[in-house]
């Protein structure tokens, strides 16, 4: 990296945490692998593999002995990190857990006994990041807990005349079509409020591989049969070497998912000067500043999402300025340096 760090990144199985040049796979133990074997890991073996994947610990303690890390993170409180922190202890290296629950919350007693339980195996010296910062005004900050929001490369400035690029304001939604918590149907539903009042037109960006196919087909249907088909695309699995490009070819971003812990697609649309609309269940929330780059809109209100939206619609002078204005908080608030140095100082 720039700031002169060297990351490595171990992960349960390939691919799951993305495609990187320098992944590394786990090797698990043999015993994670009879409880694999076992019927009752098979009812929900995504959740399994993700929750209780038990590594090899000899060869992850090797592993380390070899790299030799100045500091390790490990993500959300799993059998592997739990085996990284461990580790980490006999090592004598400092170690950062990470995950998406906000720092400033009311804990469940589940989450708060695994907190203290890390916090004894690393002697008080337990540290937590969250990119989520939670509700300051409401909760108090919860102990060895700090917030370090999600880091991204700025695009390159955006012209005024490259916006509303066919004469219509084109909105872009991003989102996995298995995963009903996203509300594709929500944003479906906007889409064919605003059709009678605006110039407008819709992208649904989303992976998918033919699960909960019953859920996209219903998709599909309300596409058809409110005559959107010339108004909105759905477009499956774009790479994501696309993605920054297709950004901008749009003019505004809107996510109306539900109860999602953190988002990372609003900051993407943000770099590149999109102003952007989540729901106020959205745990990246925070990185909109009300009326200056975005709104947040009352969770599966369809009436405010609505609202929100229309005070853009009506104003492409805003749709512009909120724009850039997105762009300029990712630089100042979301570098990737600022990222390393908060992580360094925390360490």
Not at 47 to 74: C, G, M
Not at 125 to 150: A, E
Not at 287 to 315: A, C, H, P, Q, W
Request: net charge neutral; with cysteine; hydrophobic share 35%.
């Amino acid at each position: 990296m720039k700031s002169g760090w060297e990351v490595e990144i171990i992960v349960r199985s390939a691919g799951y945490q993305g495609e990187y040049d320098y992944e590394k796979e786990i090797e698990v133990s043999l015993l994670s692998k009879l409880i694999q074997r076992l019927p009752s890991s098979k009812v929900d073996e995504a959740h399994f593999n993700k929750k209780y994947t038990i590594p090899s610990f000899p060869k992850l303690l090797n592993y380390f002995r070899r790299q030799q890390p100045d500091v390790i993170i490990a993500k959300r409180y799993t059998a592997l990190s739990l085996s990284t922190l461990l580790i980490a202890e006999l090592l004598n290296i400092p170690t950062v857990v990470y995950d998406q629950y906000p720092v400033y919350a009311e804990e469940s007693w589940k989450r708060k006994t695994l907190r203290n339980g890390y916090s004894t195996l690393t002697r008080n010296s337990y540290t937590r990041i969250s990119p989520v910062k939670g509700n300051p005004d409401s909760s108090d900050r919860i102990p060895h807990s700090h917030y370090v929001p999600f880091a991204i490369e700025a695009g390159q400035p955006r012209p005024e005349d490259s916006y509303f690029q066919n004469g219509d304001v084109s909105i872009l939604f991003v989102g996995k079509f298995r995963q009903e918590r996203k509300r594709h149907l929500l944003f479906l539903k906007l889409i064919n409020r605003l059709v009678g009042e605006y110039d407008v037109s819709a992208t649904l960006v989303g992976a998918y591989e033919g699960e909960n196919e019953e859920y996209f087909e219903s998709l599909q249907r309300y596409v058809r049969e409110n005559s959107l088909s010339d108004i909105v695309q759905l477009k499956m699995n774009v790479p994501h070497s696309r993605m920054r490009e297709l950004y901008r070819k749009h003019d505004l971003f809107v996510l109306p998912s539900k109860n999602e812990p953190a988002a990372y697609s609003p900051l993407e649309a943000m770099a590149e000067s999109l102003p952007v609309i989540c729901s106020d269940s959205n745990g990246t929330k925070c990185y909109i500043d009300e009326s200056r780059n975005g709104f947040v809109f009352d969770t599966d209100s369809l009436d405010d999402l609505t609202s929100k939206t229309r005070r853009l619609m009506g104003d492409r002078q805003r749709i512009i300025d909120m724009g850039q204005r997105s762009r300029e908080m990712t630089i100042q608030y979301h570098r990737p340096t600022n990222l390393a140095m908060s992580v360094s100082d925390l360490v």
